[in-house]
């Protein structure tokens, strides 16, 4: 009998997974609202979103990763970077001078009131998704160092 209740509950918690995109709008760095399900809707365009914190070092330390390997990466595969930040009012004037700092070449959204975190239900940072054609294909949560490797790996067999 538990092991019945224990497949019913996995096979609703799969269910309710989120696959595709929200329809959520965040800001940009200039304060422009770009909405996330239209925006990153290019065909066959591979949309790599980074969720992080100013107050989380893994974090940081990935979105440096992968500043420095994206332009390689781009020689195989049509992909972005969009590094969305969900730090909250206390801590988002942090985020401008920590970018200009570290001179990240990746799109930067903030989401403030964390409204798509809480759509895509994620719990911790750093949190890493693949979307493809509007559909998360790919998901990688937390970052120690090498995980780029395996990333990179899973854009070669989406393209």
Not at 45 to 70: G, M, R
Request: hydrophobic residues 40%.
């Amino acid at each position: 009998m538990k092991k019945l209740l224990f497949s019913f509950l996995l096979i609703g918690f799969t269910l309710q997974a989120q696959t595709n995109l929200p329809d959520v709008s965040l800001t940009n760095l200039e304060g422009k609202k770009i909405a996330i399900k239209s925006e990153f809707a290019e065909k066959d365009k591979l949309y790599v979103f980074s969720f992080w914190a100013t107050w989380c070092t893994p974090c940081i330390s990935e979105l440096d990763e992968f500043n420095e390997i994206q332009e390689d990466w781009k020689k195989d595969v049509n992909f972005e970077i969009i590094a969305v930040s969900i730090d909250d009012s206390r801590t988002q004037k942090r985020v401008k001078p920590l970018i200009s700092g570290k001179g990240w070449d990746f799109q930067i959204l903030l989401d403030s009131n964390q409204d798509l975190k809480r759509a895509l239900s994620i719990v911790n940072v750093p949190y890493t998704m693949v979307v493809k054609n509007g559909e998360i294909v790919h998901i990688q949560n937390g970052y120690v160092p090498g995980s780029e490797d395996v990333l990179l790996e899973k854009l070669k067999s989406l393209k």
